[in-house]
T-cell receptor, first 112, second 114 residues
Framework: AQSVAQPEDQVNVAEGNPLTVKCTYSVSGNPYLFWYVQYPNRGLQFLLK??????LVKGSYGFEAEFNKSQTSFHLKKPSALVSDSALYFCAVRVYNNDMRFGAGTRLTVKP | DTGVSQNPRHKITKRGQNVTFRCDPISEHNRLYWYRQTLGQGPEFLTY????????KSRLLSDRFSAERPKGSFSTLEIQRTEQGDSAMYLC????????????FGPGTRLTVL
């Protein structure tokens, strides 16, 4: 079955430091992978996606993600975290019928 | 703003009552999805439309749940005889078959069943 896993419930980083939010996937065939961010009482906002091509994809707000086929990972990264990046982050994979399977989410807290 | 909109944003109801939520997708998007999200969890797929056709329904969608998209534009999700376990955030998303595969989400409707 197509699925993603986010092994960390919580990630804490200091403002200005690099951040990484981890995601691993389990899919048959070539995966379509996504990252979304959710602020309190809001819907999900699309950050970036991987379909094919370069393994490093760039998205909104300075975020990027690295697709690693051998490790079946799609980690979200940012070189310098901001306090305003504090939110809930979801990794997702698109399944055959076009809906998406989401991970349980990782709460990112960036401390000043 | 041409994003996905959902109404109402909040709904409080008593157990056993029926509720209906509305979703207006991005106008040029022909695919529309409903998800349910409970606290501390990622969104779970409920159902999906392409134009007016409902193409997929999750096993999570019990007989008390029904969704429609009569003209291929807005959609409604109705829950009959609500139960406390139905309390959740109901999210709607839309995407295009001709464009990029990502889905764009609305702000959600938070349902509380007392």
């Amino acid at each position: 079955a197509q699925s993603v896993a986010q092994p960390e419930d919580q990630v804490n980083v200091a403002e200005g430091n690099p951040l990484t939010v981890k995601c691993t996937y389990s899919v048959s065939g070539n995966p379509y992978l996504f990252w979304y961010v959710q602020y309190p009482n809001r819907g999900l906002q699309f950050l970036l996606k991987y379909i094919t091509g370069d393994n490093l994809v760039k998205g909104s707000y300075g975020f990027e993600a690295e697709f690693n086929k051998s490790q079946t990972s799609f980690h979200l990264k940012k070189p310098s975290a901001l306090v305003s990046d504090s939110a809930l982050y979801f990794c997702a994979v698109r399944v055959y019928n076009n809906d998406m399977r989401f991970g349980a989410g990782t709460r990112l807290t960036v401390k000043p | 703003d041409t994003g996905v909109s959902q109404n109402p944003r909040h709904k409080i109801t008593k157990r056993g009552q029926n509720v209906t939520f509305r979703c207006d997708p991005i106008s040029e998007h022909n695919r529309l999805y409903w998800y349910r999200q409970t606290l501390g969890q990622g969104p779970e797929f409920l159902t999906y439309f392409q134009n007016e056709a409902q193409l997929e329904k999750s096993r999570l969608l019990s007989d008390r749940f029904s969704a429609e998209r009569p003209k291929g534009s807005f959609s409604t999700l109705e829950i009959q005889r609500t139960e406390q376990g139905d309390s959740a955030m109901y999210l709607c998303a839309s995407s295009s078959t001709s464009g990029q595969p990502e889905q764009y989400f609305g702000p959600g409707t938070r349902l509380t069943v007392l």
